[in-house]
């Protein structure tokens, strides 16, 4: 991802905007697909994306979900990282993908128009951002009335005993940026949302698929 701004210096830390974050590229590629990538996959082939939809995905990284799209769509992907967009490039490349464009772009300030696309996702990208409820109402925003979000991320646990235990490792991921302590309900109130689906995919797994519609703002329904 690459910021429009030099950012301010503030006590949390944003993994988007620092050297860090782009030094992690070969260890994502390494290892996050295993952990990652089926639930991706499952949850955009549940989709069932008809041909010719135009597809937004934000944070889209080194392009780990770019496979398990369909390849009569129109697929555009944004990330603030430089590096790991370089990687999902040679990747497109690579596989002589013409369906697909990447973008440089802040997930907090989408400059697409509203109302851009037909699908816009996002996969363990929200915890993050330094503002989720910004990239949240951003992707919004940019997907037509009827257009589907479908994100898979962590979010807090609605057991409290569960949500205590993940929440002491906070300090430690607090330092690379990544919140343990992100609750899906404070993200999304107040937007015109009506949830379709929102489930885990095995009942002992961190991460949390969900998948709503989006509506007139006096419909929205979470």
Same mark, same amino acid.
């Given at each position: 991802m690459s910021t429009v701004s030099p950012p301010k210096k503030t006590k949390t830390a944003e993994p988007?905007?620092?050297?860090?974050?782009?030094?992690?590229v070969p260890v994502y590629q390494g290892l996050w697909p295993a952990v990652a990538k089926r639930n991706i996959r499952s949850a955009i082939a549940a989709m069932n994306i008809s041909a010719g939809t135009e597809v937004l995905e934000v944070g889209?990284?080194?392009?780990?979900?770019?496979?398990?799209?369909?390849?009569?769509?129109?697929?555009?992907?944004?990330?603030?990282?430089?590096s790991m967009l370089a990687e999902a490039e040679q990747l497109i490349e690579q596989k002589s993908w013409q369906h697909i464009n990447v973008l440089p772009m802040n997930a907090e300030r989408l400059t697409f128009p509203d109302a851009s696309f037909d699908v816009v996702?996002?996969? @363990?990208?929200? +915890?993050?951002? =330094?503002?989720?409820r910004s990239m949240m109402s951003e992707m919004v925003?940019?997907? %037509?009335?009827? $257009?589907?979000?479908?994100?898979?991320? @962590?979010?807090? +646990?609605?057991? =409290?005993?569960?949500?205590?235990?993940?929440?002491?490792?906070?300090?430690?991921? %607090?330092?690379? $940026?990544?919140?343990?302590?992100?609750d899906l309900q404070d993200v999304v109130a107040g937007l015109p949302l009506r949830f379709d689906r929102c489930y885990k995919?095995?009942?002992?797994?961190?991460?949390?698929?969900?998948?709503?519609?989006?509506?007139?703002?006096?419909?929205a329904s979470v």
């Open positions: 988007h905007r620092s050297r860090l974050y782009d030094n992690l889209v990284g080194t392009g780990l979900s770019l496979d398990s799209y369909p390849h009569d769509i129109r697929l555009t992907g944004v990330d603030l990282s430089e996702t996002s996969f @363990h990208t929200i +915890s993050v951002v =330094s503002k989720p925003r940019v997907c %037509r009335p009827g $257009g589907k979000i479908l994100m898979v991320n @962590h979010f807090r +646990s609605e057991n =409290s005993l569960i949500a205590k235990v993940v929440d002491s490792a906070g300090n430690i991921t %607090r330092r690379l $940026g990544w919140r343990t302590d992100l995919p095995t009942p002992l797994s961190f991460f949390t698929i969900m998948q709503a519609t989006v509506t007139k703002s006096d419909e």
